[in-house]
Structure formats: C-alpha cells, structure tokens
C-alpha cells in the first residue's frame, strides 16, 4: 500500500518522538473510517466509525503512543480497539499488542480490517477492558482510549515494573477529562497530567463505576 499517509496535527513541538510520526506515516487512517468520512481522514479530528464510537484525531494519538514509550518488542494492551487504527500505530512501532473491545461488531470489524491490512502482531479480544487481560500480563504499557471515571485497579496490576499507563480520566468537575501518563517502579506509582482532553466513555464496568460516583 502507498504511502506516507500525512496526517494534519503531527507538527505540535510536544511530539517529539519522530518514530511515532513516522510510524504513523505508514498506516493508512483511511481504511480505519467509513467510507463517508474517507475525505477527512487525515484531518486533525476525531471521527464517527458507529456505535456511538469516535477514533482519535491523530494529534492524540501519537501524543498517547509517544507517552506510552512504545519501543520495538514492546507488549501493549490497548482498552478500546475502536476501528483498530491505534493497534495499527502500534504495531508499526513494532509491539506486539493485545486490544480489547466490548462492542462485539466493532471488535469483529477490527479483527478482520487489521488482518487484511497485514498487521499480524495484533490481537483483538472483544470484552470489558476494565479488567485488562491478566492472562497476557505483564505489559510494557497499556493505552486506554474511552474516558474512565477512576483508574482501573486490574490495570494498575498488569503494568510491567517501568511499565507506562496513559488513561483518559474523568476531571473532578466532571467536564471533559485529564489524560494521564501512570509508571510504575517496583510497588509504587507515579503520575502526571498531560492536561483536557474528550474522549467518549468507557462503558461496561467503567459506567457503572461512573454512576457509583
């Protein structure tokens, strides 16, 4: 397939990982939307893929796998495959990544899509993240990309010691969310907010956590 696919958004001083931008070069955002939107694809936004369900402006994207300090050889969990286009950045960076998606026709979709493109290092689970996938743990990093009104405790656990987190977490306010970049070292956790983002909410276990608080 022929490249690079340029997407608007990857010149912002923050990105300073040029292998994330030029992972993401290689991955062909178009075949990751409906045909409908095919036209802004490389535009920095995000855009409807169904089931009430966005993929990410590219912009966030690369801010999130750069934050994750994704290397080659790294094991990656990703909560919400969506359309499958960040297991894609992903694998281009050459990680071996598990995905979980809980809407069932989103997952299968993914499934098929990342097969056909050629990315073999991906598997694509459908379930609830909120648990992770223990049976793959630990991991190098994991990437959540649906808003959560906590962080998860199962994620927590499944980082790898150095391992790194990046999670939409819901504000105190409750407008919008803060994304946060969680490391591990041994038995304690350290934090930082990379500031306001939007993302759509996780659902599942996540929902019912958000209704409890």
Do not use: C
């Not at 907010?193 to 996540?206: A, E, I």
């Amino acid at each position: 397939m022929q490249g690079p696919f340029v997407s608007k958004g990857l010149d912002r001083d923050v990105l300073s990982n040029r292998e994330v931008v030029a992972a993401m070069s290689r991955v062909p955002r178009h075949e990751f939307v409906p045909k409908r939107f095919r036209g802004s694809a490389y535009e920095d936004r995000a855009l409807p893929i169904g089931s009430e369900q966005t993929i990410s402006q590219p912009f966030i994207v690369a801010l999130m796998t750069q934050e994750a300090r994704v290397t080659q050889g790294s094991r990656v969990l990703e909560i919400g495959t969506g359309s499958g286009y960040q297991a894609a950045v992903l694998s281009e960076m050459g990680a071996r990544v598990f995905s979980i998606e809980i809407i069932e026709e989103l997952a299968e979709q993914a499934r098929e899509r990342l097969a056909e493109l050629g990315y073999e290092n991906v598997e694509v689970r459908q379930g609830d993240g909120w648990q992770g996938w223990s049976e793959e743990a630990p991991f190098d990093a994991i990437i959540v990309t649906a808003a959560t009104p906590e962080i998860p405790q199962p994620l927590l656990d499944q980082l790898a010691h150095r391992g790194r987190l990046v999670i939409p977490v819901q504000s105190a306010n409750q407008l919008g969310e803060n994304l946060m970049v969680i490391e591990r070292d041994g038995d304690n956790f350290s934090s930082q907010n990379l500031g306001p983002v939007r993302f759509v909410p996780m659902t599942g276990k996540g929902a019912e956590e958000a209704e409890q608080n």
